[in-house]
């Protein structure tokens, strides 16, 4: 998608390894989050950021962490990759205002494997 | 607290018949209200959204949706259905705490017969 990367786009990884996933914006957008799909549960706010340095917690935010040294890049962490973690892992973006949430704009997807 | 509940997990639809796709959301305050479609293997895009304007709302090939307050209801439908239609529908509602964190539904799969 325009403005918005993710790298790698696949990986396979074995248990227990530290995986990092980027996501990376041209758009200079304010907020960024990380998603992840999985069949029947549609997508899961992992954590997001509203700024350099300003993130917080998602609903299934176990087993990760997060990093934002400058505005373009956001940085997923699985500190210690289990089989529960394969999935399907979306970025989005986002520079809405009071009243006026503009909706996201979507990274193409990591998909990730853990075996 | 918000939620969204998506009624049907599959619909099937043949071409050129009408689609119809429901979505209901739970929000303690006026919500905005957003239609995602994915197509196999491919990313998010937005269909249309809701922000609290006009309560039809238009968006891209063709689509359209209602929000209906009294019935806490934001169903997507289209008039005449294509082959390219066949995705994963997401209804999303906005927390609108000014962290704008989408909660999504758990999708429905839209599938188009010839």
């Known amino acids: 998608d325009a403005g918005i990367t993710q790298s790698p786009r696949h990986k396979v990884t074995e248990t227990g390894t530290p995986v990092t996933l980027r996501c990376h914006q041209t758009?200079?957008?304010?907020?960024m989050y990380w998603y992840r799909q999985d069949p029947g549960h549609g997508l899961r706010l992992i954590h997001y950021?509203?700024?350099?340095?300003?993130?917080d917690k998602g609903e299934v935010s176990d087993g990760y962490s997060v990093s934002r040294s400058k505005t373009e890049d956001f940085l997923l962490t699985l500190e210690s990759a289990t089989s529960s973690q394969t999935s399907v892992y979306f970025c989005?973006?986002?520079?809405?205002?009071?009243?006026?949430?503009?909706?996201?704009?979507f990274g193409s997807g990591t998909r990730l494997t853990v075996v | 607290a918000q939620s969204v509940t998506q009624l049907d997990s599959h619909v099937s639809v043949s071409e050129g018949t009408p689609v119809l796709l429901r979505c209901n959301y739970s929000?303690?305050?006026?919500?905005?209200l957003f239609w995602y479609v994915q197509h196999p293997n491919k990313g998010l895009q937005l269909l249309l959204k809701?922000?609290?304007?006009?309560?039809l709302v238009k968006g891209i090939n063709g689509f359209e949706a209602e929000f209906k307050k009294s019935e806490t209801s934001f169903h997507l439908t289209k008039p005449s259905a294509h082959m390219s239609d066949a995705a994963e529908y997401f209804c999303?509602?906005?927390?609108?705490?000014?962290?704008?964190?989408?909660?999504f539904g758990t999708g429905t799969r839209l599938k188009v017969l010839a």
């Open positions: 809701y922000t609290s304007a006009a309560t």
């Open positions: 989005a973006i986002s520079e809405s205002s009071p009243g006026q949430p503009y909706g996201y704009t």
């Open positions: 950021s509203y700024g350099v340095k300003d993130t």
């Open positions: 929000s303690s305050y006026s919500p905005s």
């Open positions: 758009e200079n957008h304010r907020y």
């Open positions: 999303v509602v906005s927390d609108n705490s000014g962290t704008y964190k989408y909660i």
